[in-house]
Nanobody, 125 residues
Framework: QVQLVESGGGLVQAGGSLRLSCAAS????????MGWFRQAPGKERDFVVA????????YYSNSVKGRFTISRDDAKNTVYLQMNSLKPEDTAVYYC??????????????????WGQGTQVTVSS
């Protein structure tokens, strides 16, 4: 099992920045990919960004490309999501996720086996 704990959410004005953290513990050696998804009220949980642990390749949704950056700290088993130029439409609960499989699409939430509890991000206009 892998446990994921997110932190760093909050309230920010449009144009501002936030950094989310996701600390992984447990059987982290089995992690092939980690990512962030988000879910706004009444909507599906959507892919935001992901990073493959083996080679560091990153994947971004079109809606956040150029504004959000995912990074990792191998020593701390932690991934970060730096969010800049935030917009009201970025408001959602952000979930960290981890997957064991190497050959699944990073964009598909069914490829992720472990999920954090979520952290609220609210962007005011």
């Amino acid at each position: 099992q892998v446990q994921l704990v997110e932190s760093g959410g909050g309230l920010v004005q449009a144009g501002g920045s936030l950094r989310l953290s996701c600390a992984a513990s447990g059987r982290t050696f089995s992690t092939a990919i980690m990512g962030w998804f988000r879910q706004a009220p009444g909507k599906e949980r959507d892919f935001v960004v992901a990073i493959r642990w083996s080679n560091g390749n990153t994947y971004y949704s079109n809606s956040v490309k150029g504004r959000f950056t995912i990074s990792r700290d191998d020593a701390k088993n932690t991934v970060y999501l730096q969010m800049n130029s935030l917009k009201p439409e970025d408001t959602a609960v952000y979930y960290c996720a981890a997957g064991r499989s190497f050959n699944v699409s990073p964009y598909d939430r069914t490829g992720y086996h472990y999920w954090g509890q979520g952290t609220q991000v609210t962007v005011s206009s």
